[in-house]
């Protein structure tokens, strides 16, 4: 059974900046497909940002140039770096593993940009 478990959501202004952390239990973490999905209230969850076991890396079109998805399979990690966040940034940001047929959610970490 595979645990994830995200940190570094809150509060920030606009403009502001966050890095999310979700630290896996996988033994074969380099072999996950790891993404950060949103979800807005009252909105469907959607996906932000991937990166493959070879580190191929793709981004939804309102966060590329913005957002930066990246791993450490050292430490069974992968990050989001948020620079230049906007009010409509707003979710409950949830990680994603998957590999094969299996996937994986963690609980989520709010994020909330407002001034």
């Known amino acids: 059974q595979v645990q994830l478990v995200e940190s570094g959501g809150g509060l920030v202004q606009p403009g502001g900046s966050l890095r999310l952390s979700c630290a896996a239990s996988a033994f074969t973490f380099s072999s996950f497909t790891m993404s950060w999905y949103s979800q807005a209230p009252g909105k469907e969850r959607e996906l932000v940002a991937t990166i493959t076991a070879v580190g191929s890396i793709n981004y939804a079109d309102s966060v590329r140039g913005r957002f930066a998805i990246s791993r450490d399979n050292a430490k069974k990690t992968v990050y989001l770096q948020m620079n230049s966040l906007k009010p409509e940034d707003t979710a409950v940001y949830y990680c994603?593993?998957?590999?094969?047929?299996?996937?994986?959610w963690g609980q989520g970490t709010q994020v909330t940009v407002s001034s």
């Open positions: 994603h593993a998957r590999v094969s047929y299996l996937q994986y």
